[in-house]
């Protein structure tokens, strides 16, 4: 079985994704492919069949259909002719502070995001809602109007929200509110303390736990360890240094607590896929273009 990994370019560096429009007229058979961005589909017109895994989700016009991260899958035409969208993107850039305790249900961690696609069949108006937010999406990516960027990033947390209070199933592992509310002390105290070398032993206390007890709960409630959320949010930090001041990547690294040059390189490049100095650059002419 031939199996290749994709590697999905955003068309702008400040959207982590890609969306398209296409359309095929033969009867054809995608070979078996994976990508770290989540992907939806949305049938225009006409019919395909989509292999995940070990299910396949007959799609018509009008159907939408999820496939999660590194998911292994491929897709087949009819004889007719097919139109279709493809929206494919990075589901960690599309959460900040407020709204991270939610990646969880995103992650993985339990089940294959595709076992959300039962919703589609069982609630037509979420599956309309959401093929909705896809023509969004596609419109305003094409037209590029002044701000198109925030209303992206709205449609996609809509699609993320419709999902996560229509999944009757509970399919998305929901916990209690209450993991939420314990943790927030201990998310404030990152946001205060990035410029800080923040240990486990110091978030414990305020979260009341001790230290083997909190990096479990800590990670069953957020999606990521402890010292990933950390390192998440210094990076994040970083880009909008580099983006509103004047400063040199050893003074950047120095602001976020990362000055050993290195570490800073290898975490920026893990959530970037470049170098501080290359994201500046990409950012930077990209809004020069746009303004």
């Given at each position: 079985?031939?199996?290749?990994?994709?590697?999905?370019?955003?068309?702008?560096?400040?959207?982590?994704?890609?969306?398209?429009?296409?359309?095929?007229?033969?009867?054809?058979?995608?070979?078996?492919?994976?990508?770290?961005?989540?992907?939806?589909?949305?049938?225009?017109?006409?019919?395909?069949?989509?292999?995940?895994?070990?299910?396949?989700?007959?799609?018509?016009?009008?159907?939408?259909?999820?496939?999660?991260?590194?998911?292994?899958?491929?897709?087949?035409?009819?004889?007719?002719?097919?139109?279709?969208?493809?929206?494919?993107?990075?589901?960690?850039?599309?959460?900040?502070?407020?709204?991270?305790?939610?990646?969880?249900?995103?992650?993985?961690?339990?089940?294959?995001?595709?076992?959300?696609?039962?919703?589609?069949?069982?609630?037509?108006?979420?599956?309309?809602?959401?093929?909705?937010?896809?023509?969004?999406?596609?419109?305003?990516?094409?037209?590029?109007?002044?701000?198109?960027?925030?209303?992206?990033?709205?449609?996609?947390?809509?699609?993320?929200?419709?999902?996560?209070r229509n999944d009757k199933r509970k399919v998305l592992a929901e916990q209690e509110d209450f993991?939420?509310?314990?943790?927030?002390?201990?998310?404030?105290?990152?946001?205060?303390?990035?410029?800080?070398?923040?240990?486990?032993?110091?978030?414990?206390?305020?979260?009341n736990m001790s230290y083997y007890y909190f990096v479990k709960y800590f990670k069953k409630s957020?999606?990521?360890?402890?010292?990933?959320?950390?390192?998440?949010?210094?990076?994040?930090?970083?880009?909008?240094?580099?983006?509103?001041?004047?400063?040199?990547?050893?003074?950047?690294?120095?602001?976020?607590?990362?000055?050993?040059?290195?570490?800073?390189?290898?975490?920026?490049?893990?959530?970037?896929?470049?170098?501080?100095?290359?994201?500046?650059?990409?950012?930077?002419?990209?809004?020069?273009?746009?303004?």
């Open positions: 079985m031939e199996v290749y990994n994709e590697k999905v370019l955003y068309e702008n560096p400040l959207l982590s994704l890609r969306i398209f429009q296409s359309q095929r007229e033969d009867n054809l058979l995608i070979n078996w492919h994976y990508h770290r961005e989540l992907e939806l589909l949305l049938v225009q017109s006409g019919s395909m069949e989509v292999f995940v895994e070990e299910d396949v989700f007959k799609l018509e016009a009008g159907d939408v259909a999820i496939i999660g991260a590194n998911q292994l899958h491929r897709d087949r035409s009819s004889a007719e002719r097919l139109d279709y969208i493809v929206l494919q993107f990075d589901l960690e850039q599309f959460f900040d502070h407020s709204t991270m305790p939610y990646m969880r249900y995103f992650t993985e961690t339990n089940h294959p995001l595709s076992q959300v696609n039962y919703i589609f069949k069982e609630n037509s108006s979420v599956k309309e809602d959401i093929g909705d937010c896809v023509r969004e999406i596609l419109s305003e990516a094409t037209v590029k109007q002044t701000g198109y960027e925030l209303a992206v990033n709205m449609l996609i947390k809509k699609i993320l929200l419709l999902m996560l993991d939420r509310v314990r943790l927030r002390p201990v998310l404030s105290f990152v946001e205060q303390h990035l410029t800080d070398r923040i240990q486990v032993e110091e978030v414990c206390k305020l979260a957020i999606g990521l360890s402890f010292t990933e959320y950390v390192n998440y949010r210094k990076i994040k930090w970083a880009e909008r240094i580099l983006l509103t001041k004047d400063l040199s990547v050893s003074e950047v690294g120095d602001r976020i607590g990362m000055p050993n040059m290195a570490h800073f390189y290898k975490m920026f490049k893990k959530y970037n896929d470049c170098s501080p100095k290359e994201f500046q650059k990409r950012m930077l002419a990209w809004g020069g273009r746009s303004s």
